[in-house]
């Protein structure tokens, strides 16, 4: 496993460019983890993500916002992987939020239009970004 410094390394955008989906651990109650895939956006200094708000994994970030996130190369390339350990922070401010929605609706376009009925964002959804603390990978393309 090699340590990489932030998500701006090359590699690590070059790689999970392609993936769209990601998996989220987050802490449960009982110090046990809850592991869910995710649509997510990143940039630079962190991994975006949208959630229904009464889920469990919003509540337990709410209580606890150590969070780790996975992206691979799934069926297409299982040959590499990057995880993210890092913090979640609520994304509240309505700016903020039309930027993060505008990211996730030129990712996954139509898909995500149809499960939101348009473009607006349903008022039940919550935002938050991974802020990386420590990121590992493996097998990562040059």
């Known amino acids: 496993m090699d340590k990489i410094d932030n998500l701006a390394d090359p590699r690590v955008q070059r790689a999970i460019n392609g993936e769209r989906i990601a998996v989220l651990a987050t802490v449960q109650p009982d110090g046990g983890p809850l592991a869910m895939p995710m649509w997510f956006v990143f940039d630079e200094e ?26 691979d190369g799934g069926a297409r390339d299982a040959t590499w992987c990057v995880i993210v350990q890092g913090r979640a922070e609520f994304v509240t401010s309505a700016g903020e ?11 996954y376009g139509a898909t995500l239009e ?25 097998g990562l393309p040059e």
């Open 46 to 71: 962190s991994i975006g993500m949208v959630s229904v708000d009464r889920l469990r994994k919003v509540h337990n970030i709410r209580r606890d916002p150590r969070v780790c996130v996975t992206v």
């Open 97 to 107: 939020r039309h930027l993060l929605a505008e990211r996730f609706l030129v990712r």
């Open 114 to 138: 149809s499960r939101w009925g348009g473009r607006t964002v349903p008022a039940d959804r919550t935002f938050f970004r991974i802020v990386p603390e420590r990121i590992t990978a493996w």
